[in-house]
């Protein structure tokens, strides 16, 4: 099947710095990207759709200033969460739309701001 | 929207079947995915359906769809202990043609 990689897998970042999370197709071209967050047991949460080469669309209550999506490939789309805050840690999803329709998930990234 | 809900529990012994369900909103829903969340790790797709299927069989893993009531479910044959997991229903149903999650039911298997 379809191979959807993130990188990093963690990360571990002082407040008030930036994180850039990377989410790449390995093996398929994708010109739409999602970007989840997950709480701790809880469910996945879309914040944001990212399409090959406009911008993204955020869902209602994602800052968009917050969270910089930048898609500038069709293997490749960026989370950059700006500013990161204690509040931000969470677990970091992204998907890609495969040519069927069909989703692939990353593996994650787990986000931990101190 | 679409809104999808699940049992957030269940706990089988090993070798049992285990079930798991769920039920949707949007009868409109084209596709029915379940996917498989273990700890620490992302999502791994373990199967779908399309709406004008009711039944769909894949090894040890029955998807059951009732598309008069809403319900989908999934039946895990001789469960293992390596199937304890979270267990995911979504369906197609976001303005963005993204999916909407359940809140994921909790399988654990006792040995």
């Known amino acids: 099947g379809a191979v959807v990689s993130q990188h990093p897998s963690w990360v571990i970042c002082k407040s008030g710095t930036s994180v850039k999370i990377e989410c790449r197709s390995l093996d398929f071209q994708a010109t739409t990207m999602f970007w989840y967050r997950q709480f701790p047991k809880q469910s996945l949460m879309l914040m944001a759709t990212?399409?090959?080469?406009?911008?993204?669309?955020?869902e209602q209550g994602v800052e968009k200033d917050k969270f910089l999506i930048n898609h500038a490939s069709l293997t490749l789309s960026t989370l950059t969460v700006t500013s990161a805050h204690p509040e931000d840690s969470s677990f970091y999803i992204c998907s890609a739309r495969g040519p069927a329709g069909e989703q692939f998930f990353g593996p994650g990234t787990r986000l931990t701001v101190l | 929207g679409e809104d999808v809900e699940q049992s957030l529990f269940l706990s089988v012994r090993e070798g049992d079947s285990s079930v798991i369900n769920c039920t949707y909103t949007d009868s409109s829903s084209t596709y029915l995915y379940w996917y498989k969340q273990e700890p620490g790790a992302g999502l791994q797709l373990l199967t779908y359906?399309?709406?004008?299927?009711d039944m769909k069989q894949d090894q040890r893993l029955t998807v059951l769809l009732n598309k008069k009531d809403k319900h989908l479910s999934l039946r895990i044959a001789d469960t293992q202990t390596g199937d304890s997991a979270i267990y995911f229903c979504?369906?197609?149903?976001?303005?963005?043609?993204?999916?909407?999650f359940g809140k994921g039911t909790k399988l654990s298997v006792k040995p």
């Open positions: 979504a369906a197609y149903g976001g303005s963005q043609g993204n999916l909407i």
């Open positions: 990212s399409n090959e080469g406009s911008k993204a669309t955020y």
């Open positions: 359906i399309f709406s004008n299927m």
